[in-house]
């Protein structure tokens, strides 16, 4: 999974598979977290967001999954097509009024046809 | 609607060079921001723009200057380019958390 300090880890599932990245966070304070996805040589695109009110969000064949008793965020991916093959980040933003968000190092999705 | 444009796309710059990387974004955001990408290291944060007419550093400003020139474009200046900063450069604009992304300038400092 992802965390601020390791390296790029690589997950490779194949096609039709169901993904799940992984990403812990450090900051307990923080009340906002977003999934970006980067496809090579493009920038991160949103692809879903949840506060810290809510344990789970669902979007159009994904879930971020919240747990803050562990300090985990989870992406699932439902069955998983070549066009997901990118580099996944977690970003979480700390409370206090601020927007900006601080980024995990990322996750690379390989998906194999 | 071309949402943030960011130029150069490549940029090859000999070390003590200078250089700005252009960004202006369409969107009518307030908050516009410059990070660095490096290999296995996520985004960095270098510089961000909370509102036109304020700057304010983020976790990597050395070596670098912005200048939020309007409400659409946020400059961000090389002085004396350094290998160390050899590094894929993107810029973002947002209304609130959410942040939109231009496609990057991969800058090589030889």
Known sequence: GESVGLHLPTLSVQEGDNSIINCAYSNSASDYFIWY?????????????????????????????????VKHLSLQIAATQPGDSAVYFCAERGSGGSYIPTFGRGTSLIVHP | NAGVTQTPK????????????????????????????????????????ASEGTTDKGEVPNGYNVSRLNKREFSLRLESAAPSQTSVYFCASSPDEKLFFGSGTQLSVL
């Open chain 1, 37 to 69: 996805k980067q496809e090579s040589g493009k920038g991160p695109q949103f692809i879903i967001d949840i506060r810290s009110n809510m344990d789970k969000r669902q979007g159009q064949r994904v879930t971020v999954l919240l747990n803050k008793t």
């Open chain 2, 10 to 49: 490549f940029q090859v710059l000999k070390t003590g060079q200078s250089m700005t990387l252009q960004c202006a974004q369409d969107m009518n955001h307030n908050s516009m921001y410059w990070y660095r990408q490096d290999p296995g290291m996520g985004l960095r944060l270098i510089y961000y723009s």
